[in-house]
């Protein structure tokens, strides 16, 4: 069988949580137990599905459930908790690294490590590739 085309359709996340794919999409959730409640909050057997993974839960959830909770004042008084953590940290100017190297605020860091696990979602890749060849 010959495939054209495949067409993915995901589920728009309501402007009130539309912060949901961003924050989902920084590494911060894998430290913050918080920010991952909310999906468990969403829908829960999803979450379980979705072998907690924040990525790929958002890619799955239904629209409606997306809206019923944007409308849900218990959920987003705690998403607009966690919003407002999160903004926070990424907006903080009183880090380590700004306070100990003033002149390079502006440079861009990225680190790059196959040994070592960040979270159970995310899949480590290290060790064995050469066998992958053959």
């Not at 239904?62 to 409308?71: D, F, G, H, T, W």
């Amino acid at each position: 069988m010959y495939v054209f085309n495949r067409i993915t359709v995901n589920p728009q996340l309501p402007k009130r949580i539309e912060k949901l794919s961003e924050i989902a999409n920084n590494l911060w959730w894998s430290w913050n137990t918080e920010f991952l409640r909310l999906f468990q909050k969403i829908d829960v057997d999803l979450w379980e599905q979705s072998n907690k993974n924040p990525v790929k839960f958002l890619k799955h959830v239904s629209q409606e459930r997306l809206e019923k909770v944007a409308k849900d004042i218990p959920f987003l008084r705690e998403y607009d908790k966690i919003v407002e953590n999160f903004d926070g940290y990424m907006n903080s100017k009183n880090t380590w690294f700004s306070n100990k190297y003033p002149e390079n605020k502006n440079d861009l860091i990225a680190y790059f490590s196959a040994e070592y696990g960040l979270d159970q979602t995310i899949p480590i890749y290290s060790g064995g590739l050469r066998n992958s060849f053959w």
